[in-house]
């Protein structure tokens, strides 16, 4: 059985920093895709970023260049997500999804939530003075 459960969220100032983690369970392909997604109130979930397992291959939303960055531990079944000079738009629920990397593209991530078949239960991030 597949799970995914995110931690790091919390409340932050603006310019401030946080580091969320997906740890992985249920799964031993040696191809598999892990994507961030986050959902802020009224609005549609939004792809942050995504990880390749195979080849590293990473994707950013152009509004988190250069501020996020996403990275993986293959041996520990986790990929962390290190955000940095957090602004108060980075506001949102932050979810983790995975999907198997078999017929994917070579050299690519998914980057849209309906390419992903499992869901973490997300973790809140507030960035507020």
């Known amino acids: 059985q597949v799970q995914l459960v995110e931690s790091g969220g919390g409340l932050v100032q603006p310019g401030g920093s946080l580091r969320l983690s997906c740890a992985a369970s249920?799964?031993?392909?040696?191809?598999?895709?892990i994507g961030w997604f986050r959902q802020a109130p009224g609005k549609e979930r939004e792809g942050v970023s995504c990880?390749?397992?195979?080849?590293?291959?990473?994707y950013y939303v152009d509004s988190v260049k250069g501020r996020f960055t996403i990275s993986r531990d293959n041996a520990k079944n986790t990929v962390y997500l290190q955000m940095n000079s957090l602004k108060p738009e980075d506001t949102a629920v932050y979810y983790c999804?995975?999907?198997?990397?078999?017929?994917?593209?070579?050299?690519?991530?998914?980057?849209?939530?309906?390419?992903?078949?499992?869901w973490g239960q997300g973790t809140q991030v507030t960035v507020s003075s």
């Open positions: 999804s995975t999907r198997s990397g078999k017929y994917y593209p070579p050299g690519l991530c998914a980057r849209l939530s309906y390419e992903y078949d499992y």
């Open positions: 249920g799964f031993t392909l040696d191809d598999y895709i």
């Open positions: 990880i390749r397992s195979s080849d590293g291959s990473t």
